[in-house]
RNA sequence: GCCCGAGUGGCGGAAUUGGUAGACGCAGCGGACUUAAAAUCCGUUGGCCGCAAGGCCGUGGGGGUUCAAGUCCCCCCUUGGGCACCA
C-alpha cells in the first residue's frame, strides 16, 4: 500500500482528474460574468482519418497553458474544440467505399474528440462546434446571402484547375508546382462555371486593418504582398488608324519618354483589331499556342520571353512617337488593364524581350557623375530625369505626380491603384460541402421576383447575377434565410458528374424545383405544382462551399454555438468580442487568414459585429519533425502518435515535453529520450510532494529555498506571459533541485511549485495538490505572487575585467559604492597580475554587475 | 532572381535592454546504493596546452564599432520559409 504510493501512476491519476474536470464542469466559460474574459483560440482541426499526431497538440498546449494560466489571474476564460469536418479526403473516401461522409466524419470526430480529452485540456466541451452540422452551416449559408445580396458574390466562367485523379476543381491555393497539394496528382486547365466572391472590393481594408495587429510580421508581409497593391497611373495610347484607344497601367509613368514599344496579352479584346492582315497568320498561331499553355507554362517554368508583332503603332501621348504593338504572353490579361507600355530601359522583363527582338531600348533616367551603379542598364531605381523633354533634370520619383497631374489635363490619363489579389473563386463541385443557396430561374421570372414583395425580393443584390448555360442566361435567385439550413440531400453515388459538375446536379428530385417568388419555398419537380401565384420553374445550384467557408467564422459561433435565430447574440459577442489569443500553423498565413478577416470585416461593416478584425493575437507555432530531422509522414514512418506516448509515460509528460523541446515557434525534432527526461522532473515533482517529513508549516525559513521560489514564481509568470514555456520549465527543475537538496522546506513552497506547474501538468498538480491539504480544483487557485524585495540579496557578486576579461569577483554589500568597488578590483591580485606594466586608461563600473579595468602598455 | 527568418558544446536549447557564454534537459564518463538489475542519488563533461596552478581559443566565416559583441554595422557562406513575369 504504501509502496505504491510512492509510485507516480499517471494513468490512474489522469483517469481520476479528467473524469473529475468533466463531472464539476471546471471549465465552463460564463457568458453573464462579472470578471474580464480571456478568449483562447486554436485553429480548429480537420479531423482526418489518420487520427492526431504529435504536431497538433503542440498549439493546443500552448492555448492551454495561458487559459489556465488565465483562469488563475482571475479571468472567465473561454477555450473551445471544434471540428472543420466539410472537406476532400471524407468525399475521396465516399468515392472509394460507398460510405457517406458523415459516418466517416462521424467516427473521425469521436476518435479526435477521444484523443484530445485524453491529453486534459481545459476545454468547455459545451460549446463544441462542426461545420457539417446544419445547424451550423445554416449560418455558413446565412453570410454568403448577405455577401450575395450585397453584390459580394457573382458567377463567371473561370479557367480553373481540374484534377482528373481526384475528379475535382482545385482552387489556385490547392495546387503546388503543377500538382494537387492533396494526392499529388497532375492537374489541368478547364473553364467552368464558377460562384465567386469579390473579396477585391475588401482589397483595401484588408490592407489596412493589417497594421494594428498583433501577428508575426512574416505573416503580416505575406499577407501585404498577396493583397500586392501598386500605385501608379492609366494611361491611354491612341492608336494609329484606329478610332480606339489602348489603355496602359504603369508604376512609372515618369518613363513615359522611354516606352520603346507596347504589349498586350494574347486575350486582350482589342488584339483582333490591332492585327494587320499580313500579320494575322502569326498572331493566331501564337495566341493559340498561349491558350494551351497553363499558367504554370506561362509563369514559372517559362523564362524565355516571347511574342508577336501587331503590325499596328500606337502613339505616345507625351512626344506624339508612334511605337509598335506586340502581343505577348508575359504580360496577363488578369493585371491592369492587360496591356502596357513597354520601357526596356528601366524594366528588365521588357529589357528582356527588347533584346531579344531587338527593340530600341532608350534610357530616361540617368546616371550622374559617380553614379556606377545607374549606367548599366536596365536600371529601376530611382535619379534623375534625361530624354524626356521638358521634364529633364527633374526627380524621377518627384515627377511622377506631375506627369500624372499633366497626363489628367490632357485627358489620356490618370492616377490609378491596382492590387493583385483575385477575386476568390468560392465554389467547389463536390458533395461534400456546405450546398449554395442559390437557384436560377428564366429572366422573366427573375422580373417577376422583382416585382413580388416579400423576402427573396429583400434578398435580391442590386445587380443581376446572372449565368449562361446552353445559350440561355440564367438570373440567380436566393433561397432565403428564411428557408435555412438548405441541407445536403442523400446521394446514391459520389462521383462527380463527367461534366465536372458536382455529384448534386445528378439528383434531378432535388435539382429541379418549383420555387415560390414570394417566400423563397420549394418543392421537387417531380411533384405536382403546387397551388397558388408565384410558383416558378427553378434550378438549383449545384456547387458547393469550400473548406475555408465553415472556418472563416467559427470563432464567433463558439461564443453562441446553440443559437438558432442568429449567428451570434449581439450580447455575447459585445461580451467575448475577438479572441485575445489565437494560435495556429503558418501554412494559413493567406488563406484562412485572409478569407476569415475579409468575413468578419464584411459582417463588422453590415452590423452584425462590434469588431472589424477577428485575430488581433496571433501565433504560429512551429512543426515538429520525426526523430530523424525529417517532417512526420506515414511514408517515412517516423509518424508518433499522441496515444502511444501517454500510454508510455503520460499526458502530463506529453504536454511537458512538447512544451521544453525549444521555442515554441521553432521548427524541432520529436526525441524519445527527451521525453524521459521531463517524465524524471515529474517524477521528482511527486516523489518530493509524497516526503511530508521534509515540510515544514509556516514560512520558508531557508534563504536561498526562499529566493530560488521567488525567482521561480517570477520567471515562470513572465514566460508564460512571453511564451517562451521551455524557459518556464527550465527553471521550476531548478526549483525542484533545490527543494530536493536541502533537508527540510516549507509546505506552502512545493504547494506553490504545483501551482506553478498547474497549466503544464495539470492531471498531476490536482492530484498532489490535494494531497498536500488542498482543495480541488487547482484551477480555481490564484496565481502565485512573487516578492520581488526577496530577490535582492545583501551580497552581491562582483565581477571584475581587464580589458574585457574576466580576471576575478568579489562580495560586496548591495549598497557598496562605485569607488570601494574599484579599488577592490585593483587590490586583487590577479587583476594585478594582468594589470604590469600597463596604464589604466579607462574605468568602467556597471552597478552591481561588473567593473571593466580598461588598460594599456 | 526578390523578400524575410535562423546558424551557440556530442544533441535540444538558455543568455529578453551590448555587461560572468553554454542555465535547464538529453547523451557520455566516474562513483554511491544493490547479491544483481531497474529506479534513485552524488560528482564530472566546449576545445587546445599543462602534473598542477593556470593560460590560450571559442557563439557559421571575414572585417568593423565599443572599455566590453552571441547580441550592433558591412560583406560572404549554409539553411528554413514566402513570393516569383502583377508592369
New binding site residues.
Given amino acids: 500500500m504504501a509502496e505504491n504510493q510512492k509510485i507516480y501512476d499517471f494513468t490512474s491519476i489522469e483517469k481520476k482528474w479528467q473524469e473529475y474536470w468533466e463531472r464539476e464542469n471546471t471549465f465552463r466559460a460564463e457568458d453573464d460574468s462579472e470578471k474580464a474574459k480571456y478568449y483562447a483560440l486554436d485553429m480548429f482541426p480537420y479531423p482526418s482519418g489518420a487520427g492526431l499526431h504529435i504536431g497538433h497538440p503542440e498549439g493546443y498546449v500552448a492555448s492551454d497553458i495561458l487559459a489556465r494560466y488565465k483562469k488563475a489571474c482571475g479571468f472567465n476564460v473561454l477555450h473551445p474544440m471544434g471540428w472543420d469536418a466539410f472537406g476532400l479526403p471524407a468525399e475521396q473516401y465516399a468515392i472509394k467505399t460507398g460510405t457517406h461522409p458523415s459516418v466517416t466524419t462521424r467516427a473521425n470526430v469521436d476518435n479526435f474528440r477521444r484523443q484530445i480529452k485524453s491529453i486534459g485540456f481545459a476545454i468547455d466541451w459545451d460549446r463544441e462546434i462542426n461545420t457539417t452540422d446544419s445547424i451550423y452551416y445554416k449560418w455558413t449559408q446565412w453570410i454568403f446571402l448577405k455577401l450575395f445580396q450585397r453584390g459580394l458574390a457573382y458567377v463567371d466562367e473561370k479557367p480553373v484547375w481540374w484534377c482528373p485523379n481526384l475528379r475535382a476543381v482545385l482552387a489556385n ?1 490547392e495546387v503546388v508546382d503543377g500538382k494537387s497539394e492533396v494526392g499529388n496528382h497532375p492537374v489541368e486547365r478547364r473553364n467552368l462555371r464558377q460562384v465567386v466572391l469579390r473579396i477585391t472590393a475588401y482589397a483595401e481594408k484588408l490592407l489596412e486593418g493589417l497594421d494594428d495587429l498583433d501577428w508575426p ?2 505573416t503580416k ?2 499577407q501585404k ?2 493583397i ?1 497593391k ?1 500605385e ?1 497611373a492609366q494611361v491611354q495610347f491612341e492608336i494609329a488608324g484606329l478610332d480606339e484607344k489602348l489603355e ?5 509613368p515618369d518613363t513615359l519618354f522611354g516606352a520603346t514599344y507596347m ?1 498586350v ?1 494574347p486575350e486582350h479584346p482589342l488584339l483582333k483589331k490591332l492585327v494587320i492582315s499580313e500579320k494575322e497568320n502569326d498572331v493566331q498561331t501564337y495566341v493559340e499556342a498561349a491558350a494551351k499553355k497553363s ?1 504554370l507554362d ?3 517554368l ?5 511574342g508577336v508583332f501587331t503590325g499596328s503603332y500606337c502613339i505616345n501621348p507625351v512626344n506624339g512617337e508612334q511605337i509598335p504593338v506586340w502581343v505577348a ?15 526596356p530601359a528601366h ?4 529589357h ?2 527588347a533584346e531579344k527582338y531587338q527593340i530600341e531600348i532608350r534610357r530616361v533616367i540617368g546616371p550622374q557623375d559617380g553614379e556606377e551603379e545607374k549606367s548599366k542598364l536596365p536600371y529601376s531605381g530611382p535619379g534623375v530625369m534625361v530624354n524626356s523633354g521638358e521634364y529633364d533634370g527633374m526627380e524621377a520619383i518627384a515627377c511622377k505626380s506631375k506627369i500624372i497631374s499633366d497626363l489628367e489635363e490632357k485627358g489620356v490619363g490618370k492616377g490609378a491603384i ?3 489579389l ?1 477575386d476568390w473563386i468560392f465554389s467547389r463541385q463536390r458533395y461534400w460541402g456546405e450546398p449554395i443557396p442559390l437557384v436560377w430561374v428564366s429572366k422573366e421570372d427573375y422580373e417577376n421576383a422583382k416585382n413580388t414583395k416579400g423576402i427573396v425580393k429583400e434578398s435580391l443584390p442590386h445587380d443581376p447575377v446572372t449565368s449562361d448555360k446552353d445559350g440561355e442566361t440564367l438570373y440567380a435567385l436566393p433561397v432565403p434565410s428564411s428557408e435555412l439550413p438548405l441541407k445536403l440531400p442523400e446521394v446514391e453515388n459520389y462521383q462527380p458528374a463527367g461534366t465536372g459538375e458536382s455529384p448534386l446536379a445528378t439528383i434531378s428530385e432535388w435539382l429541379d424545383i418549383w420555387f415560390n417568388l414570394e417566400t423563397g419555398k420549394s418543392v421537387s419537380r417531380n411533384q405536382v405544382k403546387p397551388d397558388g401565384d408565384n410558383w416558378v420553374s427553378a434550378t438549383r445550384e449545384t456547387n458547393t462551399m469550400p473548406q475555408w467557408a465553415g472556418s472563416c467564422w467559427y470563432h464567433l459561433r463558439y461564443l453562441d454555438p446553440q443559437n438558432e435565430d442568429q449567428l451570434v447574440d449581439p450580447a455575447k459577442e459585445a461580451y467575448w468580442g475577438s479572441p485575445d489569443f489565437y494560435i495556429g500553423g ?2 494559413h ?2 488563406l484562412h487568414l485572409l478569407y476569415a478577416r475579409f468575413w468578419h470585416r464584411f459582417l463588422y461593416d453590415e452590423g452584425v459585429l462590434k469588431n472589424p478584425e477577428p485575430y488581433r493575437k496571433l501565433f504560429h507555432q512551429g512543426l515538429i519533425l520525426g526523430e530523424d530531422g525529417n ?1 512526420m509522414s506515414k511514408s517515412v514512418g517516423n509518424v508518433v502518435s499522441p496515444d502511444v506516448v501517454i500510454d508510455a509515460y503520460g499526458a502530463d509528460s506529453l504536454r511537458l515535453f512538447e512544451m ?4 515554441l515557434e ?4 520529436w ?1 524519445e ?2 521525453i ?6 515529474l ?2 515533482v511527486h ?1 518530493e510532494c509524497l516526503q511530508t517529513e521534509k515540510h515544514l508549516q509556516g514560512e520558508e525559513s531557508n534563504k536561498e529555498t526562499l529566493k530560488v521560489l521567488h525567482e521561480t514564481i517570477l ?1 515562470v509568470t ?2 508564460i506571459e ?1 511564451l ?1 514555456f ?2 518556464a ?3 521550476m ?2 526549483l525542484i ?1 533545490q527543494l ?2 536541502v533537508e527540510s522546506y516549507s509546505k506552502e513552497s512545493i504547494k506553490t511549485l504545483i501551482q506553478l506547474l498547474a497549466p503544464f501538468a495539470p492531471h498531476l498538480s490536482e492530484e498532489l495538490w490535494e494531497s498536500l491539504g488542498g482543495k480541488p480544483s487547482i484551477a480555481n487557485e490564484p496565481w502565485p505572487q512573487a516578492r520581488k524585495e526577496l530577490l535582492v540579496a545583501d551580497e552581491i ?1 562582483i ?1 571584475f ?1 581587464v ?5 576575478g ?1 568579489g562580495q560586496f554589500p548591495k549598497d557598496v559604492d562605485k569607488d570601494s568597488v574599484i579599488s577592490a578590483a585593483k587590490a586583487d591580485a ?1 587583476v594585478q ?2 594589470l604590469e606594466g600597463k596604464e589604466i ?2 574605468e ?1 563600473y ?1 552597478p552591481g ?2 567593473v ?3 588598460a594599456k602598455g
Fill in positions: 491555393e510580421d512574416s508581409r505575406q504582398a498577396w500586392g501598386s501608379g496602359v497601367y504603369t508604376t512609372r504589349v496579352a499558367d506561362r509563369t514559372d517559362a523564362k524565355d520571353k516571347s504572353d508575359y504580360v496577363l490579361i488578369s493585371y491592369g488593364t492587360g496591356a502596357i507600355m513597354a520601357v524594366d528588365e522583363r521588357d528582356e524581350f491596382n492590387y493583385k483575385r503558418a501554412e498565413a493567406v517532417k521544453f523541446l525549444g521555442p521553432a521548427v524541432k525534432p526525441s529520450k527527451g524521459e527526461g521531463v517524465h524524471r522532473f517524477k521528482k516523489r520567471k513572465e514566460a512571453d517562451r521551455n524557459v520549465i527550465s527553471q527543475m531548478i533541485n530536493q537538496k557578486t565581477v575585467q580589458n574585457g576579461k574576466l580576471r569577483e590577479k597580475s594582468f586608461v579607462k568602467i556597471v554587475k561588473l571593466n579595468l580598461a
